[in-house]
């Protein structure tokens, strides 16, 4: 008997949750959000692909020949560089890094020997850390990540005004 009283008085605590102002402010917030995310899922993909087709279009459809091999992006006083015998890993660097807008990358969001396979791989490149590099969709990034991709990636200057998109991210 005392676990029904229990759950009728959970319940009562949920609906009064669900109906305070604070909350409802937070439900609509994460749901414009989403709704912000699920709209630059095209956008985003769309200018990623173009780039990609022609970075491909520029260095030929080559692949790294050493596929196996764990490639680590590391920066000296030369600038940045890939830890690869082949030329390919490193010509897609120099590339995807002429297109940094604001100086930061984060390397271990994508892989290396993706970049002229995935044009997703690259996107990940101008997101902040944290993003998986197994995933090839752009369906399986968050707003922030796409907001991220905006801002550091010179592709969408004068696309959006990156003004606004900073005060949203």
Request: with cysteine; charged share 20%; hydrophobic share 35%.
């Amino acid at each position: 008997m005392g676990g029904h009283f229990s759950r009728r008085r959970n319940a009562a605590t949920a609906v009064a949750r669900f109906r305070h102002p604070d909350y409802i402010r937070w439900l609509k917030a994460g749901q414009a959000l989403k709704c912000c995310g699920e709209g630059l899922i095209d956008f985003c993909t769309d200018v990623i692909v173009r780039f990609h087709r022609s970075l491909v279009g520029l260095h030929g459809p080559a692949v790294c020949p050493f596929p196996g091999n764990i490639k680590k992006v590391t920066k000296d006083r030369r600038g940045w560089k890939v830890n690869c015998a082949c030329r390919v890993c490193d010509v897609w660097l120099k590339s995807i890094e002429s297109h940094l807008a604001t100086g930061q990358f984060s390397w271990k969001n994508s892989s290396v020997q993706e970049w002229p396979i995935h044009p997703w791989q690259l996107a990940k490149v101008f997101m902040g850390p944290g993003k998986d590099p197994g995933s090839y969709d752009p369906s399986d990034t968050d707003t922030a990540g796409f907001l991220q991709l905006i801002l550091n990636c010179r592709l969408f200057a004068g696309k959006l005004d990156g003004n606004k998109v900073q005060l949203v991210s």
